[in-house]
């Protein structure tokens, strides 16, 4: 079982920028699909953006055009690179994986397991 590390959340002001990394415990290179989601103050988990290992990216409306992710297959590490960010983008930041792009905006991730996330708090 891959085990997932978050880090580089933070506190920022509106309009700042975050960069998100998730270090996994072991190879993701077989991993069809590696992304990130994030839980707000009261919400449910949601996706927020996807990568397969051929580097095609999804992303959720609300994120479009601001956040960016990457993956370093060698490095085992998932990147997200937040920018423009506003309130509403507060949240715990988790990434996770999935065997296809739709299990992963499903959220049926290929086990149980979630890391700590990292927080993210956009506020003035």
């Known amino acids: 079982q891959v085990q997932y590390v978050e880090s580089g959340g933070g506190l920022v002001q509106p309009g700042g920028s975050l960069r998100l990394s998730c270090a996994a415990s072991?190879?993701?290179?077989?991993?069809?699909?590696m992304g990130w989601y994030r839980q707000g103050p009261g919400k449910q988990r949601e996706p927020v953006a996807s990568i397969t290992n051929g580097g095609n990216t999804n992303y959720v409306d609300s994120v479009k055009g601001r956040f960016t992710i990457s993956r370093d297959n060698a490095k085992n590490t998932v990147y997200l690179q937040m920018n423009s960010l506003k309130p509403e983008d507060t949240a715990v930041y988790y990434c996770n994986a999935a065997d296809s792009v739709r299990d992963f905006f499903l959220r049926r991730t290929r086990d149980g397991y979630w890391g700590q996330g990292t927080q993210v708090t956009v506020s003035s």
């Open positions: 072991g190879s993701i290179s077989r991993i069809y699909a």
